[in-house]
């Protein structure tokens, strides 16, 4: 079947009218129900890797935010070989291969997560190649940017892009609802701990079965359950007891701190030390569930994606070499839509990735605290559905305007996270407004996305293959948005209980990003109105 399409010229009225529509949106349909599962592969371990303590997997919380961010520094390292290998393979092929290789993560995910002895350099490996769905993006994108003309560029952009990125929502929806069903395998019993449970169990047994139950485990659990612990709590409680002994302290604690750190435990050890307290306790819940299911059911849609897109794509003939796509980097215009689309697509991509470990890590010790997975798709959805509705609005408004209100929205955000102690928590009643937040930041990246897509082609008008470039580009670097916000969200909640240092981070970030696409391509006069 031939690949290469003899000639395109979309800004033709005649062809587009007679051929060209046709043509590319039928590559945009295709293209952007393989870019959904690209997401959502991608987002896997994000939302699997909540379940795995529960399960009997003996991960660190370090070990866990980990496994998040993996796929985000791998995908922004294929983007960035995505972003060459379209002018040279061309749709068909890209795309087409692309879909296939997403079969390794979503078959050998299914296997790993059956056997609680499978080591965790397995589970690394796995998430390296989830990010075979994020590096995708970086073709998919510029090759619907060169099927369009330039007035629907941004419409098209946004649809594909936004409804792209609803596979992050449906990786986060399907899982909880698949967890019940069986596509291959026995079924595994998930753990979980009451934390308001707990403290009755702590109150209705004696201080000295307590202290038996935790003097005879090991001293290297009995010291990762009483690093859960504040250490001036740790300090005062030494000091008043006049013993450096794990177990003497451990039974001194307050109920709160003593049932909290519990429930921080491993569920399955958790369930262990209560148990032994207080055999018939009502603190651990169990349940049956087909966690392998949530990465063998990408399998057949995958396969069905790959065969529609051999079947009815077509390549562009543009072939050039890497070596002459390499003149992006000598426009400084690269290097801040680089900036811009970080603080967009970044911040969107980041909070995704670590949304679930968030609520599980802030607000998991608190009684009825909540199910991350229950909440977290609502993000990730609420920024998809912005950024499809935004791509229209950018095609009538320009991009430049939306990006800069997408900086000033997420600031704000940053700002009311950090000042109302919504990611350092005192209590349950803090989470609605935690939620409420994180959405509205979610909603302003997707309105930034669509903005910054609207901006580059304009940016770069006299040189369309640079445009598609450039957009590769950007994404290969906001790709490595999960891996930033994961990796430091998480480092800054094992050192201190909190990510506010983090955050104070992102809003400065943000306003340097804001005043760059404002003074470049939003004001009055400016360089590259878009």
Same mark, same amino acid.
């Given at each position: ?59 660190? $919380? ?14 922004? #390292? ?18 087409? #291969? ?12 299914? #296997? ?172 651990? $819940? ?90 977290? #798709? ?153």
């Amino acid at each position: 079947m031939k690949t290469w399409l003899d000639n395109w010229e979309p800004e033709n009225e005649k062809f587009w009218n007679e051929t060209g529509s046709k043509i590319a949106w039928r590559t945009l349909i295709i293209t952007t129900l393989s870019l959904i599962m690209s997401f959502g592969s991608w987002f896997m371990m994000s939302v699997i890797a909540v379940k795995l303590p529960g399960l009997g997997f003996s991960f660190t $919380k370090d070990q866990l935010f980990w496994l998040v961010a993996i796929p985000g520094l791998a995908a922004g #390292f294929l983007r960035i070989i995505h972003t060459f290998i379209l002018p040279i393979f061309g749709t068909r092929h890209v795309v087409t #291969f692309a879909t296939l290789l997403k079969l390794i993560p979503a078959i050998g995910v299914g #296997f790993a997560v059956m056997d609680t002895n499978t080591p965790y350099w397995v589970f690394v490996l796995l998430a390296i190649t989830t990010g075979f769905g994020g590096g995708d993006f970086s073709s998919f994108m510029p090759s619907t940017s060169l099927f369009f003309p330039k007035r629907l560029k941004g419409t098209a952009l946004g649809i594909q892009a936004g409804i792209g990125n609803f596979g992050v929502s449906l990786a986060q929806f399907i899982t909880p609802l698949i967890l019940s069903v069986s596509i291959y395998g026995a079924s595994s019993v998930f753990t979980s701990i009451d934390a308001k449970n707990t403290q009755i169990v702590l109150k209705d047994s004696t201080v000295e079965k307590q202290k038996e139950v935790f003097a005879a485990l090991d001293v290297k659990t009995q010291n990762s359950i009483l690093a859960t612990v504040k250490k001036q709590v740790l300090d005062s409680v030494s000091a008043v007891t006049h013993s450096k002994e794990n177990h003497e302290i451990f039974s001194a604690l307050p109920i709160k701190e003593k049932s909290k750190a519990i429930a921080s435990a491993n569920p399955k050890l958790a369930a262990q030390i209560l148990h032994k307290i207080s055999p018939k306790n009502e603190a651990v $819940k169990t349940t049956d569930i087909y966690i392998q299911s949530a990465a063998f059911w990408y399998t057949g849609f995958l396969l069905g994606l790959a065969l529609v897109s051999w079947l009815f794509l077509k390549s562009i003939p543009m072939r050039v070499s890497v070596k002459e796509q390499m003149d992006i980097f000598k426009n400084k215009h690269t290097w801040y839509c680089t900036i811009t689309y970080l603080m967009t697509f970044g911040t969107f991509a980041g909070l995704a990735a670590a949304f679930p470990l968030m609520i599980k890590f802030l607000y998991g010790d608190f009684a009825n605290a909540p199910d991350p997975l229950v909440y977290a #798709f609502y993000g990730p959805l609420i920024g998809s559905a912005s950024r499809v509705l935004f791509g229209f609005v950018a095609d009538k408004v320009g991009g430049a305007i939306l990006t800069t209100i997408t900086g000033l929205g997420i600031i704000a955000g940053t700002i009311i996270l950090v000042t109302q102690g919504l990611v350092a928590p005192t209590s349950m009643d803090q989470f609605p407004l935690f939620v409420g937040v994180m959405l509205m930041m979610f909603f302003f990246t997707g309105v930034g996305n669509a903005g910054t897509f609207r901006q580059f082609p304009i940016i770069f008008s006299e040189n369309q293959r640079q445009a598609a470039g450039v957009i590769g580009w950007t994404a290969a670097i906001a790709a490595f948005g999960p891996f930033i916000f994961s990796i430091l969200i998480g480092s800054n909640i094992g050192s201190n209980g909190s990510a506010n240092q983090f955050f104070i981070g992102l809003i400065l970030f943000c306003i340097l990003a804001t005043g760059i696409n404002w003074w470049f391509y939003n004001r009055k006069g400016c360089e590259k109105p878009s």
